[in-house]
């Protein structure tokens, strides 16, 4: 199967949110589980199995205590599932792959050290004196102080070297958007 141009993010493990949800139902369905075994089989119910169905047995749906664990307990679902279904690992980018392999790779770059490639490439064009770059998942936007030179010729320099930059060196899979901002220095 030849490689694609389009990588996608890779996805997260994310354990420790999965560890603590896994340990949470393990630990209330055992409990339960062990309640209804240990009542089965003829023991007396313990007090707090007896306090709980009674106050989930005459509290009404409205009370504000019913309410408020319905709340929590569908933010802890939404959260999983929001979990569930997205990559994570946001701070890093991926790259290309080769082309005419038949190997797949996913190798991804950390948005910070794309980000220190362009400031660097930004700071050899001439007449940049300084450059903030900061880069997201589709924009990279380039704020630069002009020292000298017309500042409209400073940004057309700037944008054609970061687009090289962007496309020569960094090979990300997927270009972003570039913005990039001029201002003359104060002095």
């Known amino acids: 199967m030849p490689a694609t141009d389009r990588s996608r993010r890779p996805w997260s493990a994310r354990r420790i949110p999965a560890c603590l949800a896994a340990s949470l139902i393990l630990l209330a369905a055992g409990a339960l589980l062990f309640e209804a075994i240990w ?4 023991h007396r ?16 749906l409205g009370n504000l205590w019913i309410l408020t664990g319905a709340a929590v307990a569908a933010a802890l679902g939404l959260w999983l599932v929001i979990l569930a279904l997205t990559p994570g690992l946001r701070h890093q980018l991926p790259l290309r792959g ?14 910070k050290g794309a ?7 930004a700071m050899r064009v001439p007449g940049v004196s300084t ?7 589709r924009r990279v936007t380039v704020r630069a102080s002009v020292g000298f030179r017309d500042t409209a010729d400073v940004k057309d320099d700037l944008t054609d070297a970061l687009r ?3 496309r020569d060196q960094l090979a990300l899979a ?3 958007r570039l913005r ?3 201002r003359r220095s104060k002095k």
């Open 39 to 42: 009542i089965r089989t003829g």
């Open 45 to 60: 119910a313990t007090a707090w199995w007896t306090t709980l169905t009674t106050e989930l047995a005459t509290r009404p």
């Open 98 to 111: 080769p082309t005419n392999s038949h190997i797949r790779m996913h190798a991804v770059l950390a948005r």
């Open 115 to 121: 980000a220190l490639l362009l400031r660097d490439a």
């Open 131 to 137: 450059a903030r770059v900061r880069v997201r998942r």
């Open 164 to 166: 090289r930059e962007e």
């Open 174 to 176: 997927r270009s972003p």
């Open 180 to 182: 990039v901002r001029v």
